[in-house]
């Protein structure tokens, strides 16, 4: 499978077969989306920054509901949360996304806000690949991100939804989350896109990958 980083939490998973599926497409947020093409296309929340569906060609399926789903071989569990760590009082819901794709595990944490649980956790593994919010104001900061990383143990993470240039976000950039992890554990990837295969992925340990977003 393909995943390539588009910047914020957008970010097009291509399964071998051809299916693909865009996760939180953004409208203006100091960049413009690329020209996109997918079969379906996933809404953590109703914010603009994350569900710009006309964005995305092809007339794709939208999942934006708590639930269970298949399209093209892909299968795709959307699971509830909360977008802040008041029960969501402040920011509403959010929406957690599991992909099961040429045998890796997926997980899109959205604009995750609320606290680190057990019971959580439990209803997210297993994850090889997890997609995970660092930087904080609107989502879980660089702390929270590497307890939920600690705790989920997936093999290879990807941070998103932090400060890239020409962001107009007040987000703190990803440097706060990275400092957390032995450098030998973070690898950055000049290109933003990464091709991984079953046999790639190791429960050894967890490895972080910086992605750049398109150009």
């Known amino acids: 499978m393909k995943i390539r980083y588009l910047g914020h939490s957008c970010f097009s ?10 996760t939180d497409p953004y409208g203006n947020v100091g960049f413009r989306l690329p020209p996109l093409r997918a ?11 994350h569900n710009n569906v006309s964005g995305v060609l092809g ?3 939208v999942f934006d509901k708590e639930g269970t789903y ?3 071989g892909v299968e795709i569990e959307a699971i509830k949360s909360r977008h802040d760590s008041e029960n969501g009082s402040r920011r509403g819901e959010n929406l957690i996304f599991k992909f099961r794709m040429d045998g890796l595990d997926i997980c899109h944490l959205g604009d995750l806000g609320e606290e680190c649980s057990s019971s959580l956790i439990e209803t997210l593994l297993p994850v090889h690949v997890l997609l995970i919010p660092v930087g904080g104001k609107y989502t879980i900061d660089s702390e929270q991100a590497k307890e939920y990383v600690d705790r989920i143990m997936p093999s290879i993470v990807i941070p998103m939804h932090y400060k890239t240039k020409g962001l107009t976000l007040d987000i703190d950039k990803p440097d706060d989350f990275l400092d957390l992890f032995d450098d030998d554990e973070v690898e950055y990837v000049e290109d933003n ?9 190791t429960e050894e340990r967890t490895k972080i990958i910086l992605m750049e977003r398109y150009k």
Do not use: K, M, Q, W
């Not at 896109?193 to 992925?201: H, K, N």
């Open 59 to 61: 007339n794709p399926v």
């Open 13 to 22: 998973l291509t399964e071998s077969t051809g299916t693909t599926i865009v």
């Open 193 to 201: 896109e990464i091709e991984l295969l079953r046999d790639d992925v």
């Open 70 to 72: 298949e399209i093209g």
């Open 39 to 49: 079969d379906a296309v996933t809404i953590s929340h109703s914010h603009y920054d």
